[in-house]
């Protein structure tokens, strides 16, 4: 499956099967998380069977089931873009994911901190986490927000890789499905900006990480 094949595959999954994440795919993704964090400097960490993690009122409310396998998205909390970077390495995560026939779900509310293994140190904060396994189902696509209202860019001045970047960018997850970003094309280079929202600077590295895989352009 190609990249592209994923994000658009890609929707949100919150009741998983029964079974573990095979050795091998749980190996794959250690290593990925590993080169991810050398990059990015972040400690994202795989959490294998601790569904204490999603044992919450909320989860059960948010028809979580199965939910035992996790990524958490931590860093230093001194880091100013500690949000905007976990959405994007998050993100790769999340597509890597896809791509080898497991499923997830963003979560920054319906879980337990307190509950889980999670290892934050005094100056580490938890992002959120992103739930992963086998899905029940494969999710079904969101409704979005109207281009015009995510985009400034008229139809008519978009080159081709903007088209599909925008495109991938309207399939990215965000909070509550809110979609407060604002894509636009400056000298050239395409700019995503983020409105002032909770959990709007997790989306934006999210929406970016899409958008510059499916366009092969980098974004500011
Ligand atoms: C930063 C972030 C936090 C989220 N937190 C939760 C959550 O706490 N509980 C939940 O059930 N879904 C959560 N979601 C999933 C969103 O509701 C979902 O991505 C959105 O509705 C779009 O649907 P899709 O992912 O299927 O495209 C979160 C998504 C993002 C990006």
């Known amino acids: 499956m190609e990249i592209k094949e994923a994000i658009k595959e890609r ?9 573990p994440i095979e050795k091998e795919k749980a190996d794959r993704l250690t290593e990925l998380i590993k080169e991810c964090n050398e990059e990015s400097g972040l400690n994202m960490q795989l959490m294998l069977d601790d569904p204490a993690c999603f044992d919450t009122f909320l989860a059960h409310y948010g028809r979580f089931k199965n939910a035992r396998n996790y990524i958490a998205i931590v860093g230093d909390k001194s880091k100013e873009d500690l949000d905007e970077i976990g959405g994007y390495y998050g993100e790769k995560i999340v597509l890597e994911a896809q791509m080898m026939g497991l499923n ?12 889980s293994r999670i290892n934050a ?3 580490e904060r938890i992002v959120c986490v992103i739930a992963i396994g ?9 409704r979005s927000k109207p281009v015009e209202k995510l985009c400034n860019v008229p139809e008519k001045d978009m080159p081709d890789w903007f088209r599909e970047g925008l495109d991938a960018a309207l399939l990215a997850p965000t909070a509550v499905n809110q979609q ?3 894509i636009s094309l400056e000298d050239g280079e395409p700019v995503i900006s983020a409105k002032n929202s ?15 895989a499916a366009s092969g352009h980098k974004c500011r």
Not at 11 to 19: A, E, L, N
Not at 134 to 142: L, V
Request: charge should be positive; hydrophobic fraction near 30%.
């Open 11 to 19: 929707h949100s999954v919150r009741q998983f099967k029964d079974i």
């Open 134 to 142: 086998y899905g029940e189902n494969s999710g079904k696509p969101h």
């Open 180 to 182: 407060k970003f604002l």
């Open 104 to 115: 997830t779900c963003w979560v920054a509310g319906t879980y337990s901190k307190g509950k």
């Open 121 to 123: 140190a005094d100056g």
């Open 198 to 212: 909770p959990l709007a600077k997790v989306d934006l590295g999210i929406v970016k990480y899409n958008f510059e």
